[in-house]
């Protein structure tokens, strides 16, 4: 409310200076005419003005904004990856049923087009992974997750990550799979209805991990080529990956 009395006090300002102007104009040079054409080309003018102001300036304002706050996504996104997305992204593929399938899909290359990626991203978004508990190792897994929560925690802390729904969908995949793990002390002797339960959050969060890589890679073959070049080389989808350059 006292915003608002503010902006009321101050048009009522501005509006009293623009009247007493105008009359100090009118007793100096007592031309009425003259007033009233300017004033006329004033406010015939207000309407572009505000055009080329709030609407083309304000939206090329506003799109800086956005490009500056996904550049700083990104950086996280890839901080993420580095941290633990590649390790689980790696590891579990082995663990996958349809391995070949997914496989063959993100198999990126350095000669991916936007074209390749659109339907790569089609595929991972409707993406079922058939994760095969019996070749899951839980405690490695739970010992690693445990390892990155105070990282994890961190990134859920980041308010501004929280208006990218996609990957705050991912940090919450992970994060609830690594609360599910800490819950069970240990995983000899449990029921197989509990261990498919456990296969279901891991194959929602392998989902989750593969889509939001996927964009990641396509970020940086458009911003940064080199590291994109590392991706190439090093993703677990392809035969045998390698940083080492052949």
Not at 102 to 114: E, P, V
Request: charged share 25%.
């Amino acid at each position: 409310m006292k915003r608002y009395s503010y902006l009321i006090s101050l048009a009522i300002i501005f509006l009293v200076l623009s009247v007493v102007l105008y009359f100090a104009h009118y007793l100096i040079f007592r031309d009425a005419h003259h007033i009233f054409i300017y004033m006329l080309g004033d406010l015939a003018f207000l309407p572009l003005e505000v055009l080329l102001v709030v609407v083309v300036i304000e939206r090329i304002l506003a799109r800086q904004e956005r490009q500056a706050k996904l550049q700083k996504l990104n950086m996280v996104v890839g901080a993420f990856f580095s941290e633990l997305g590649n390790r689980l992204l790696s590891d579990l593929i082995n663990d996958v049923d349809n391995r070949k399938e997914i496989s063959q899909a993100l198999n990126i290359t350095g000669n991916w087009t936007q074209e390749d990626f659109r339907k790569a991203a089609e595929f991972a978004c409707h993406l079922k992974v058939e994760v095969d508990y019996r070749k899951v190792e839980m405690e490695s897994l739970k010992v690693f997750l445990a390892g990155k929560r105070e990282f994890l925690m961190g990134l859920l802390a980041n308010s501004g990550l929280l208006e990218n729904d996609k990957f705050t969908d991912t940090l919450w995949a992970v994060t609830h799979l690594d609360e599910e793990l800490e819950a069970r002390p240990s995983f000899i002797n449990l029921p197989e209805k509990d261990l498919k339960h456990i296969a279901v959050d891991i194959a929602r969060m392998y989902g989750h991990l593969a889509s939001e890589w996927l964009e990641y890679a396509e970020h940086l073959k458009s911003k940064y080529p080199y590291l994109f070049l590392l991706i190439v080389r090093t993703h677990p989808f392809q035969e045998h990956p390698s940083a080492i350059v052949s």
